[in-house]
């Protein structure tokens, strides 16, 4: 895997002012191309997974669209560190590990592992939230990793930023399951779009304001999504969403073996 990678104290401050920072080349080519491949291994045993793993987009679900296979219909898989050798082992990257250690002190847990797939042409938009507003980690101290699989850009459905939103507390949200979001989202060209190079990374606070747009293009857009936080963060429950539980302890006291 690759070496731990350290912020510099620029990368530091702008994630803690600004909510965010970007850093290059995170996972290495052959952690992105061992991500595609066990993508398309999980997959290729659709619909025979476990339930609650895979979430279709709900272009192909209505059967308005029919993707050429599974795999190119396929939304988000969560809890990959939970379900599947290889992600697990993901969990425990030096470089993401080593960013929340820095961030956030020795003791971490992996509260969220997601792949977010977004399928060419019909993979639709993820609305502007909050990503505490799922989980309601007490205390805040909440880093996500949003690594590109593929090159991302604006056309095919890149993140995008509201810098130093993650200032103020969770805002209010409404709407049902993947439409749960912001009431009062922001304009779309007061954010940063965070056009990354596959393996590079997006490091966002779990507060921060974000969406994606849909993939208008014919280019593919996996990505890894991971959110660590301090073991001792526990969830409120005043979220629509089942408590938020820790997946692994990767680092510090209690820390699982890789
Ligand atoms: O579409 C994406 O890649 C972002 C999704 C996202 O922010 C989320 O599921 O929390």
Known sequence: MTKRKKLTQQQVDGFREQGYCLVDGLFSRDEVEG????????????PDV?????????????????????????????????????????????GMVGIANTLFGPDIT?????????????????VWHQDNAYFRL????????????????????????????????VAEHGGVADDYGLLHPPCVEDAI????????????????Y????????????RAVQYHYAPTLCRSKADSPFPPKQGEIVVSGAGAEMP
């Open 110 to 126: 992996l509260f969220q592992s997601m792949l977010l797939m977004k399928p060419p042409h019909f993979g639709g938009q993820k």
């Open 210 to 221: 974000h969406f994606t747009p849909s993939n208008q293009t014919d280019r593919r857009r």
């Open 138 to 169: 007490v205390p805040n101290d909440i880093v996500g990793f949003w690594v590109a699989c593929d090159d991302t850009d604006v056309d095919n459905g890149c993140m995008h930023v509201l810098p130093g939103s993650h200032r103020n507390g």
């Open 193 to 208: 779009a965070c056009q990354l190079s596959a393996g590079s990374a997006l490091v966002f606070h779990g507060e921060i």
């Open 35 to 46: 991500v595609r491949r066990e993508i398309t291994r999980i997959m290729q045993t659709y």
């Open 50 to 94: 476990p339930e609650g793993l895979v979430q279709m987009e709900p272009a192909v679900k209505r059967g308005e669209v029919k993707p050429e296979n599974p795999e190119l219909g396929v939304r988000k898989l969560f809890q990959m560190a939970v379900q599947n050798a290889f992600f697990r082992s993901i969990a425990f990257h030096p």
